[in-house]
Nanobody
Framework: QVQLVESGGGLVQAGGSLRLSCAASGLTFSNYAMGWFRQAPGKERELAAATTTAGSTYVADSVKGRFTISRDNAKNTVYLQMSTLKTEDTAVYYC???????????????WGQGTQVTVSS
């Protein structure tokens, strides 16, 4: 049974930092591209950052220069380091796993339960 478990969310003031973690089990982690998505109330889920099986990374323009994605295949974990947080970063953050096109949300087969990130002004 595949499980993705996010942690590290919380309440932070604007300008602050958080690091999210997503621990995976039940799959061969190194065979999957991993993505961090976010969904704000009333909005669609959007890709914030992704990392491929080769370790290449993608970061959305909206968070470029502030968010960094990384993975540790030995720990079956993907991280999202978020800095200089803004109120508009407030959302539920989800990690996902895919063996296919990592820029496409519908290609993600496995999802975590999400972790809330709230940025206050």
């Amino acid at each position: 049974q595949v499980q993705l478990v996010e942690s590290g969310g919380g309440l932070v003031q604007a300008g602050g930092s958080l690091r999210l973690s997503c621990a995976a089990s039940g799959l061969t982690f190194s065979n999957y591209a991993m993505g961090w998505f976010r969904q704000a109330p009333g909005k669609e889920r959007e890709l914030a950052a992704a990392t491929t099986t080769a370790g290449s990374t993608y970061v959305a323009d909206s968070v470029k220069g502030r968010f960094t994605i990384s993975r540790d295949n030995a720990k079956n974990t993907v991280y999202l380091q978020m800095s200089t947080l803004k109120t508009e970063d407030t959302a539920v953050y989800y990690c996902g796993a895919t063996r296919y096109r990592y820029l496409t949300v519908s290609e993600y087969r496995y999802w975590g339960q999400g972790t809330q990130v709230t940025v206050s002004s």
